[in-house]
């Protein structure tokens, strides 16, 4: 059963967000409540969950990697270790080089400049003949990864329930009571909330004016015989499940009429996979979900404009797995009053709109 008495904070939402920072604050001692509805349709029930230190079109160094990476190498281990649940598999990507200039930059890339700390490998020629199209060779990337979201999160409800910290209830804004003392919702009362909702922001009363931009991912489950010491990132990535699974992904959609997997995101995929790797395969499942992106690709972490006892944190987009165990640790240390909120994230670069919208 949940704790009775007075809390530190409600957790509303429990996705990667509400993951970390549920863990982050039982490991400081903190009396938690996650409330989690049983239909909540998460983006990391469907996601592969990768982290990679070098993305874009550039091929640049990923925001705040040298901070990030090595905290949720560790948060990550801990969690395993925790709850006794296997979910982090670190593995190197592959990136097959499309043609010979971007040979010769990595080339370069790898012995100079500000990715070389984490370029493993730059191969010339094929490495992974009949299973990849790759005449030109590629790049190996270290530090690199991915979190079986569905696993890890499921080990973290599980665990949130042994300490008495977890509810299955659907929260109705109308039943949340918000008061100059702490928050209420039913016979539970807390210090603050702090709401995870990714895009079940929109109907959250609070906070449905903060420019959280849904994005659409759809993703691939295939069965094959690929390579299973590697993940592989040129077009589509290729991240190696069980039993010869692979997930394939992902689309990226800014516009989009239902969050249903659809067959023009399956054809995309098919035809990046079939342009990736010679191997037959088999489709053996086709998932969709909606991240949370925010305009200037950085999360939104912060208290209500008027209500200092209402939070949210929100706004990963596609780097949950990254960015969240990190910024959980850093709303902990602020809740604390032990350090500033970095500006990059924080809300209040966006209350103008919260003004404007009065």
């Keep these: 059963m949940p704790h009775a008495g007075k809390l530190d904070c409600l957790i509303i939402g429990q996705g990667l967000a509400g993951s970390a920072l549920a863990m982050q604050m039982l490991a400081r001692g903190w009396r938690i409540l996650v409330i989690n509805r049983s239909d909540a349709a998460s983006p990391s029930q469907i996601a592969a969950g990768l982290f990679n230190p070098v993305t874009g079109k550039m091929f640049a160094k990923t925001w705040m990697v040298d901070e990030l990476f090595p905290f949720l190498h560790q948060y990550y281990r801990e969690v395993e270790q925790l709850t006794g649940v296997h979910f982090y598999y670190p593995m190197p990507i592959y990136v097959p080089f499309a043609e010979v200039r971007e040979q010769n930059e990595w080339m370069g890339r790898s012995t100079d400049g500000p990715v070389k700390n984490y370029v493993k490998k730059v191969f010339t020629t094929p490495q992974y003949s009949g299973v990849l199209n790759d005449p030109l060779g590629g790049y190996l990337l270290d530090h690199c990864g991915y979190v079986d979201t569905k696993q890890y999160t499921s080990a973290v409800r599980a665990w949130l329930e042994k300490q008495g910290s977890y509810l299955t209830a659907s929260v109705e804004h109308g039943d949340l009571r918000v008061g100059s003392q702490g928050v209420r919702f039913g016979r539970y009362e807390a210090d603050v909330a702090v709401f995870c909702e990714g ?121 949950g797995i990254s960015l969240a165990p990190y910024f959980s640790a850093e709303i902990v240390a602020w809740l604390q009053k032990e350090k500033h909120l970095p500006e990059a994230v924080d809300i209040s670069r966006y209350k103008s709109l919260y003004w404007n919208s009065r």
């Design 199 to 319: 895009v079940g922001v929109f109907g959250n009363p609070w906070f449905d004016w903060v420019p959280v931009k849904p994005l659409k991912g759809e993703m691939l489950v295939v069965r094959g015989k690929f390579l299973q010491d590697v993940i592989v990132n040129r077009g589509v990535y290729m991240v190696p499940g069980t039993s010869d699974t692979w997930y394939v992904g992902a689309t990226y959609e800014r516009e989009f009429e239902s969050p249903a997997p659809t067959n023009e995101g399956r054809k995309l995929l098919e035809e990046k996979l079939r342009a990736l790797t010679p191997v037959p395969y088999k489709v053996v499942d086709h998932r969709a979900g909606i991240r949370p992106s925010t305009p200037d690709r950085r999360p939104l972490i912060g208290a209500h404009p008027e209500h200092s006892n209402l939070l949210i944190f929100n706004g990963m987009g596609t780097k």
